[in-house]
């Protein structure tokens, strides 16, 4: 069974620009969220998302939205970028929600903001 | 929200020497406890996860836990490392939906 897929792999935009990352998770997992890694700040939930819609929110401003499709994939963006967003952004799934479902990891979008 | 505390940064260890690293997390009704390694430019990869039960909980490649609910700690323990052990390890904890991650422990081992 394939991996959670994520693309790309690595992304280099310019301040004020907005970005879409994608991420596809296993087969048959309903279940996404996101991460954002950064080495001050470590890794941070973004949010979830459950059968296309926002079940949970982390502490982020609302330049950091996402969406998900009738089949699981996910895409997250992030609009007037700022220096600050440069990390490593982490996409996970699940089968199901909650906590005590293993969330499985994609290797990440390593986004670059100059 | 869980808070989870990874009391060392960085672990240096020779190889085929025993390590622990240390994680404690704030007390709650219930909590699930997961350890997780990340080794350069990739994903996360679960290691071991404590949901219920035995308190003792066995992974991959060796590793294992103890659930000490009484100290609210969750050490991750290894008898003999492999210099292939090298890279940082997450503890992370979860009541609810979202993961929430220590800041990490950089495990170095050495020839």
């Known amino acids: 069974k394939a991996g959670v897929t994520q693309t790309p792999r690595y992304l280099i935009k310019t301040r004020g620009q907005q970005v879409t990352l994608s991420c596809s998770p296993i087969?048959?997992?309903?279940?996404v969220s996101w991460y954002q890694q950064t080495p001050g700040q470590g890794l941070q939930f973004l949010f979830e998302y459950f059968s296309e819609t926002q079940r949970n929110k982390g502490n982020f401003p609302g330049r950091f939205s996402g969406r998900q499709f009738s089949n699981s994939r996910s895409e997250m963006n992030v609009s007037t970028l700022e220096l600050g967003d440069s990390a490593l952004y982490l996409c996970?799934?699940?089968w199901g929600q909650g906590g005590s479902n293993e969330q499985f990891f994609g290797p990440g979008t390593r986004l670059t903001v100059l | 929200a869980q808070s989870v505390t990874q009391l060392d940064s960085q672990v240096p260890v020779f190889e085929e020497a025993p390590v622990e690293l240390r994680c404690n997390y704030s007390s709650s009704v219930s909590v699930y406890l997961f350890w997780y390694v990340q080794y350069p430019n990739q994903g996360l990869q679960l290691l071991l996860k404590?949901?219920?039960?035995?308190?003792l909980v066995k992974g991959i490649n060796g590793f294992e836990a103890e659930f000490n609910k009484s100290q609210t700690s969750f050490h991750l323990r290894k008898p003999s490392v492999h210099i292939s052990d090298t890279a940082e390890y997450f503890c992370?904890?979860?009541?609810?939906?979202?993961?929430?991650f220590g800041k990490g422990t950089s495990l170095l081992v050495t020839p």
């Open positions: 404590y949901l219920s039960g035995s308190t």
């Open positions: 087969s048959g997992h309903r279940s």
């Open positions: 992370a904890a979860s009541s609810g939906y979202a993961l929430n």
């Open positions: 996970a799934s699940s």
